[in-house]
């Protein structure tokens, strides 16, 4: 009998649809994994911004965590929104205590409309705790400022703070471009330990962006579930996320989402 391919987010759930554990598990659908949840927060979210933020009690997070342990272990994981260094304790206890494998570590911190997913509070717990299980970290640019405490302009800053975080303890990291000047290509940075890669790509100017972080990390996770090498993962999970910002879907009036299906579309 065929094995399935299972993945897991730990993350947010957001109400809208297009970021968090919702993005994610379409992610996961789309390329080929069996998706499943643990929620660490419930959000009510648009896209226009969140509206409100309720953490899940941690006891329950560690139920959800034991359950699937004990019978559906996955072969990747993604976490996402941790929001509290409580949070982050446990859920990096439990990856520590049954050594959970790949482990995509999404340092989420502020939602595109500027609200606090992660309280300020916590940045240390994520790097003390969670960052050493990553086998691969993915900070945007000011996720990566605040990691290492300086600030990231050229490509030499990219490359120190992606081996900066390498001696925090994280396996690999992708530094993603999706926050560099507007008139530059959103090139990401792959640092496996070793090397450094560039992930070309080439930039859409639209607001429909939201969740383009988690969908990013959420196809990396799915593909190292597939037993694919970390390289192929980063680069197939770069060519999904330009295919779903090519082509937007225009839903809502602000930060729309980006659109999963659009990268199994255009390989069939
Ligand atoms: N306008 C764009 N055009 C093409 N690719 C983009 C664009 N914006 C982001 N990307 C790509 O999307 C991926 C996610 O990068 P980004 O820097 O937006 O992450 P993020 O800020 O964590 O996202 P979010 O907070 O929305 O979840 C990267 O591969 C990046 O290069
Ligand atoms: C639950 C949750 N997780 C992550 C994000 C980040 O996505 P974005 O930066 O596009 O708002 C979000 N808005 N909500």
Partial sequence: MLKTPKALTVAGSDSGGGAGIQADLKTFQELGAYGMSVITAVTAQNTLGVQGIHPV?????????????????????????LFSAEIIEAVSRH?????????????????????????RDAVEALKKQLIPL??????????????????ISTKQDREDAAKFLHDLGAGMI???????????????????????HELEGRRIDTPQTHGTGCTFAAAIAAELALGKTPIHAV??????????????????????????????????
């Fill in 174 to 196: 992708v530094i993603k471009g999706g926050h560099l000047s507007h008139d530059k290509a959103p090139v990401d940075l792959f640092y496996d330990g070793e090397q450094m």
């Fill in 57 to 81: 009690p941690v006891e329950m997070i560690l139920k959800q965590l034991n359950s699937i342990e004990e019978d559906l272990r996955p072969e990747a994981l993604k976490t996402g929104m």
């Fill in 235 to 268: 680069k197939t999970a770069k060519t999904f996320i330009q295919e779903a910002i090519s082509h937007p879907l225009h839903i809502g009036s602000g930060h729309g989402p980006t659109n999963h299906w659009a990268y199994r579309r255009n390989q069939a």
């Fill in 95 to 119: 990856i520590r205590k049954y050594e959970w494998k790949n482990v995509v570590v999404d340092p989420v911190m502020i939602a595109k409309g500027g609200a606090d997913l992660l309280r």
């Fill in 134 to 151: 990553a086998s691969i970290l993915t900070p945007n640019i000011p996720e990566a400022e605040q990691l290492t405490g300086r600030s």
